[in-house]
Every structure is written in structure tokens, then in C-alpha cells.
């Protein structure tokens, strides 16, 4: 069973930029991978997929801010936030799978928090 690991959460101002990294204790080459996120009080979301051949696709909240991207060398997925906005705030986890995005067991998430 692949387990994640995501990373590069923080604390930021409206306008600002963020990186999140997703580690995967395995190979993810063949799978379609996801980001993901949670807000207080609401489920949790789609914010962006990007295939195995490396095709994005993005929740209209976050078109043209988001860029995802992925390493399969080294088994990681990338989330490239630009112009963060306060709405932006949540915990984001990632995911994935061959035959379904969601395969594997959620991680602990990396806060963000975006303060205006």
C-alpha cells in the first residue's frame, strides 16, 4: 500500500505563493494523482488531478492560480499556489490511484492558511 506525505504548508498573505509536495513511498507512474482539500466545516474537495501522462485538470476556484504537476522519478506531485486567497485556507491532501483517485489511505494533510 502506497502512503503519502504531504508537505510545504505555512502560513501566508493574501497575493502570496505556496508549494505543497506530495511524497509517495512507492511508484505513482501509472496513476492518475489529486490534491484535495478540507476547510473547517466543509468536506473535503477536489482542487486539482493531473493524469499519468501529465495532463491537468483544476476546480473552477482555482483555474489559472494552481498549477499541479508531478516527478515520477521520484514519486512525488507538486501544487504550485499562486495568488492565495483567505478562501484558500484548508488542510490539502493528496491521493490517487490506477483505476481511481482516490486509492490510498488520506495522510495527515498540510495546513494552509492564507490571511488577508
Known amino acids: 500500500q502506497v502512503q503519502l506525505e504531504e508537505s510545504g504548508g505555512g502560513l501566508v498573505q493574501a497575493g502570496g505563493s505556496l508549494r505543497l509536495s506530495c511524497a509517495a513511498s512507492g511508484s505513482i507512474s501509472n496513476n492518475v494523482m489529486g490534491w484535495y482539500r478540507q476547510a473547517p466545516g466543509k468536506q473535503r474537495e477536489l482542487v486539482a488531478l493531473?493524469?499519468?501522462?501529465?495532463?491537468?485538470n483544476y476546480a473552477n476556484s482555482v483555474k489559472g492560480r494552481f498549477t499541479i504537476s508531478r516527478d515520477n522519478a521520484k514519486n512525488t506531485v507538486y501544487l504550485q499556489m499562486n495568488s492565495l486567497k483567505p478562501e484558500d485556507t484548508a488542510v490539502y491532501y493528496c491521493?490517487?490511484?490506477?483505476?481511481?483517485?482516490?486509492?490510498?489511505?488520506w495522510g495527515q494533510g498540510t495546513q494552509v492558511t492564507v490571511s488577508s
Open positions: 491521493n490517487g490511484g490506477h483505476f481511481s483517485p482516490i486509492s490510498y489511505a
Open positions: 493531473i493524469t499519468s501522462g501529465g495532463s491537468p
